[in-house]
Nanobody, 123 residues
Framework: QVQLVESGGGLVQAGGSLRLSCAAS????????MGWFRQAPGKERDFVAR????????SYADSVKGRFTISRDNDKNTVYLQMRSLKPEDTAVYHC????????????????WGRGTEVTVSS
């Protein structure tokens, strides 16, 4: 059974940093794309970043480019999202997801999802 479990969320002041983790289990994720999405209160869930598990290639939403970094640790089967220079508009529940279609930012193309971890950025 595939499981994605996020952790690392919390309350941080604007300008601060957080590192989110996504522990993946239940299968081999080689060949998968791992993504981070976020859903702010009252808004739709949006793409944040993705990484190709095998190659390490990455892609980011324009709103986080230069501030967030996605990475993975193959030995720990864990994907990370390092967030810096956080802004109040980054406040959201952050979800980890896994899929097989590289190039897609569409959440429908991601098959497996975690329950999310909440990030709150105060001004």
């Amino acid at each position: 059974q595939v499981q994605l479990v996020e952790s690392g969320g919390g309350l941080v002041q604007a300008g601060g940093s957080l590192r989110l983790s996504c522990a993946a289990s239940g299968r081999t994720f080689s060949g998968y794309v791992m993504g981070w999405f976020r859903q702010a209160p009252g808004k739709e869930r949006d793409f944040v970043a993705r990484i190709n598990w095998s190659s390490g290639d990455t892609s980011y939403a324009d709103s986080v480019k230069g501030r967030f970094t996605i990475s993975r640790d193959n030995d720990k089967n864990t994907v990370y999202l390092q967030m810096r220079s956080l802004k109040p508009e980054d406040t959201a529940v952050y979800h980890c997801a896994a899929g097989l279609i590289w190039g897609s930012r569409n959440q429908a193309d991601f098959r497996y999802w975690g329950r999310g971890t909440e990030v709150t950025v105060s001004s």
